[in-house]
Each structure stands twice: as structure tokens, then as C-alpha cells.
């Protein structure tokens, strides 16, 4: 089946650790964004990117970092400088001049 | 600018109700509008989307009204069912570049039995 596979779904942190969030899409698309989602605050943009080996800072970068070496994947990296880093992680896909954006099942960091 | 303003933040309608959903927005160069539906747990999953040349969409028991001069736009949800019961975030991204989606804060819509 086509879609967007997102790993693991639930991960713990502890404090001063980097963790990365899996982000895998068989369905050929060009561009990749990542989302954080907090309760009452509707999807942020973490990070996007359009093609491979390019990506753009979204509205909440700080603290994070990612990677586009292949079309099909986009990690995430939340790094120790991310302060408050407990929050459900979203990764989406859009097929560039398409408008439908496809999602991920989302992934819950908890810090411990 | 780039802010989408949804309200309210929830929402309880008895089932065969109509829950009224509204969103307004400041960017005028946004030309395409979807809602998502999202489960507890899950990711997002479109719903129905409109573009500012119509002023209606309709699929199924979903309704977007948009009015383009107020830069505001619904989810209206007819015959409404329990199962519907979800969160729906409205959004908005402008034509061209990366297409990035601006998401409003999302409405939490309960539909009792």
C-alpha cells in the first residue's frame, strides 16, 4: 500500500538526549514537511523540504534538524536544545503542484 | 499574515445536528483551503478542500460555505454522527513555492448519541 510511515509511535527521551523521528513515503512525492501538534495550538511547521539535498527552516526550527539524502525519507533529529520537546510529531507529503498534503500516523516524544 | 483563526475550540451537537465549524484568514494570496479530520491518535486525513472561485463544496454530508470578500470560510457536517466525532483543523496554503500548509488551532467536535 501507498503512504507515509512514520517510526516509532511512541518514544521516550531523557533529558540532554537527541533522538530521530522516522519518516518513510512510497509514494514518489517531491516535498516533505514535518509538523508538531500541541493541544489548542493546531500543526506547527517544523521543517520542509521540496527536493532532495535541500530543506527550509519552518516556523519552530529551533532545536531540531533534519536530513533529505533520498527522496523517499526525512528524518527528524530533536536535540537536546529543543526546551520543551514532549509533543505529537507529524510527517506529510505532497506531490509538488498537487494541493493534497498525505500524513503520517504521528509520533508521541515524551521527555522522562 | 500567515495566521489561519479557527473557532470554537469545541463543539458538542446532538446526533442529526449541524455543527458549524469557522475559519478566517488575512493572507489574500491563499488560494486553496482544506479541512482535515483527525482521529485521537492518528495523523490528519483530508476531508474536503475549496479554492476561492467557488463559494460552495459539497461531498457527502460535508460542506465548505467560503465568502472570499470576508476572507472567512465553514465546515458545516449535516446529518451529523456519532462518528464523526474528531478533531478538524482548517488550513490554508498559498499557489506555487512549497505549498506549505498554515493550519488553524483545530476544533474538537463531540456528536452525541
Known amino acids: 500500500d501507498g503512504g507515509i510511515t512514520q517510526s516509532p509511535k511512541y518514544l521516550f527521551r531523557k533529558e540532554g538526549q537527541n533522538v530521530t523521528l522516522s519518516c518513510e513515503q512510497n509514494?514518489?512525492?517531491?516535498?516533505m514537511y514535518w509538523y508538531r501538534q500541541d493541544p489548542g495550538q493546531g500543526l506547527r511547521l517544523i521543517y520542509y523540504?521540496?527536493?532532495?539535498?535541500?530543506?527550509q527552516k519552518g516556523d519552530i526550527a529551533e532545536g531540531y534538524s533534519v536530513s533529505r539524502e533520498k527522496k523517499e525519507s526525512f528524518p527528524l533529529t530533536v536535540t537536546s536544545a529543543q526546551k520543551n520537546p514532549t509533543a505529537f510529531y507529524l510527517c506529510?507529503?505532497?506531490?509538488?503542484?498537487?494541493?493534497?498534503?498525505?500524513f503520517g500516523q504521528g509520533t508521541r516524544l515524551t521527555v522522562v | 499574515q500567515q495566521q489561519v483563526k479557527q473557532s470554537p475550540q469545541s463543539l458538542i451537537v446532538q446526533k442529526g445536528g449541524i455543527p458549524i465549524i469557522n475559519c478566517a484568514y488575512e493572507?489574500?494570496?491563499?488560494?486553496?483551503f482544506p479541512w482535515y479530520q483527525q482521529f485521537p491518535g492518528k495523523g490528519p486525513a483530508l476531508l474536503i478542500a475549496?479554492?476561492?472561485?467557488?463559494s460552495e463544496k459539497k461531498e457527502g454530508r460535508f460542506t465548505i460555505s467560503f465568502n472570499k470578500s470576508a476572507k472567512q470560510f465553514s465546515l458545516h457536517i449535516m446529518d451529523s454522527q456519532p462518528g464523526d466525532s474528531a478533531t478538524y483543523f482548517c488550513?490554508?496554503?498559498?499557489?506555487?513555492?512549497?505549498?506549505?500548509?498554515?493550519f488553524g488551532q483545530g476544533t474538537r467536535l463531540t456528536i452525541n448519541p
Open positions: 488550513a490554508a496554503s498559498r499557489k506555487g513555492g512549497a505549498q506549505k500548509l498554515v
Open positions: 509514494l514518489n512525492h517531491d516535498a
Open positions: 493572507n489574500t494570496a491563499f488560494d486553496y
Open positions: 523540504s521540496q527536493i532532495v539535498n535541500d530543506f
Open positions: 475549496i479554492r476561492p472561485d467557488v
Open positions: 506529510a507529503s505532497r506531490q509538488t503542484g498537487n494541493t493534497e498534503a498525505f
